[in-house]
T-cell receptor, first 112, second 116 residues
């Protein structure tokens, strides 16, 4: 079945450091891929998405590229800020199942 | 655009009582809404898919008589936790498909349920 694997956290970085959060997936067909962010006590917010191979999603300085050959969708940001501290979820949507599959989430803590 | 609200944001109830949580799409119509449960420091677990005007589809292991879902209109779905017990305490999150964009869900802010 479909699945999403994320690197375990927490990830602790200093402000302005480079961020990578790894995400790999297993799916049949051609799923859409997403990154969601959850701030403390809140629901999930869509951060970025990509719907086909080689697509790059980007938003607020975050980027992720849909790599079909490595079945990956790693999240990157060149310079993190304290305000980026949150939990990040990688997810896939399969039109075959009409369901989202979420990774376990990676907690990011950015120190000033 | 594409805002989803939930009410209440936080509820505390006594064991044995029932609690209703509302999920509304504020500026769009949602033929399909989803209900998730999130345990502390864990990922989201899909509980059920709610389709307007029809019965909800529950995931394996989710008791449909325990978690009643009603999707009475294109902008409102409700989750009722019946005869709540402390183990039902959790963070419940709903989401909605934006019509015409079946792969993108927009999430509500969540409801923190505490059963004493």
């Amino acid at each position: 079945g479909n699945s999403v694997t994320q690197m375990e956290g927490p990830v602790t970085l200093s402000e302005e450091a480079f961020l990578t959060i790894n995400c790999t997936y297993t799916a049949t067909g051609y799923p859409s891929l997403f990154w969601y962010v959850q701030y403390p006590g809140e629901g999930l917010q869509l951060l970025l998405k990509a719907t086909k191979a080689d697509d790059k999603g980007s938003n607020k300085g975050f980027e992720a590229t849909y790599r079909k050959e490595t079945t990956s969708f790693h999240l990157e940001k060149g310079s993190v800020q304290v305000s980026d501290s949150a939990v990040y979820f990688c997810a896939l949507y399969s039109s075959g199942t009409y369901k989202y599959i979420f990774g376990t989430g990676t907690r990011l803590k950015v120190l000033a | 655009g594409a805002v989803v609200s939930q009410h209440p944001s936080r509820v505390i109830c006594k064991s044995g009582t029932s609690v209703k949580i509302e999920c509304r799409s504020l500026d769009f119509q949602a033929t399909t809404m989803f209900w998730y449960r999130q345990f502390p420091k864990k990922s989201l677990m899909l509980m059920a898919t709610s389709n307007e005007g029809s019965k909800a589809t529950y995931e394996q292991g989710v008791e449909k008589d325990k978690f009643l879902i009603n999707h009475a209109s294109l902008t409102l779905s409700t989750l009722t936790v019946t005869s709540a017990h402390p183990e039902d305490s959790s963070f419940y999150i709903c989401s909605a498909h934006l019509a015409g964009s079946t792969d993108t869900q927009y999430f509500g802010p969540g409801t923190r349920l505490t059963v004493l």
